[in-house]
């Protein structure tokens, strides 16, 4: 029944998806350890500060200001932003098969996730999102924030689909709780292989 439903997009996070996670606890346990920070209070400090900087309404410098350099540091905010930056990695396999199943079912592909400005800029010029990805719902631009419910409305609104023409491929089991709570059709990814396979079930085949 579910492959007679027409597919016209994918919902994709970029996060732990299309890209390893932006500034994530591996990334800020790495960091602690590298530059020497206590990383109870950074985690203490990111926690109270996180949604305020995927909204949009602190830049990374004022984050950074907030979370790192609230008191002197040995190395300057330029050596902390790059080697944050130098953290993100794609998945190609992941990045190739949106590609060939954009091209194959004439697929809108939109990116819903959450993250800061910068971080989200540099991760969509660096790895060439833009060439695949038709619409970017992402929470520094919408002043929306995943678990929000109305970020996925938006991203519904934006694209004029109704939720049974999405998929949506997502690593949070939460998000994907709510996104089906909406009636769109998730796939919580864990890896290449099993998402290949769920999603040849709704009969998006490479």
Known sequence: MEKEIP??????????????DGWGHQFRKL???VFNLDLLEVNVRHQ?????????????KEYLDLVVFYQPRAF??????KFIFNQSK????????ICKLKEKYALKIVAVNNEGRELN???????KLYEFVDFFISSCFVKLRKPDTEIYKLALDTTNMQ??????I????MFTQIAEGLKIRSILHTDYKTTCAKLASFGLEV
């Open 31 to 33: 960091d602690a350890k």
């Open 163 to 168: 939720a049974q023409n999405v998929i949506y």
């Open 170 to 173: 997502e690593n949070t089991p």
């Open 121 to 127: 800029d540099f991760r969509i010029q660096k790895f």
């Open 7 to 20: 597919i016209k997009a994918l919902f994709v996070d970029i996060g732990g998806v299309l890209l390893t």
């Open 48 to 60: 109270m500060t996180l949604e305020t900087f995927e909204l949009g309404k602190l830049t990374l």
């Open 76 to 81: 300057s905010q330029t050596e902390f932003r």
């Open 90 to 97: 794609p998945y190609p396999e992941m990045i190739e098969l």
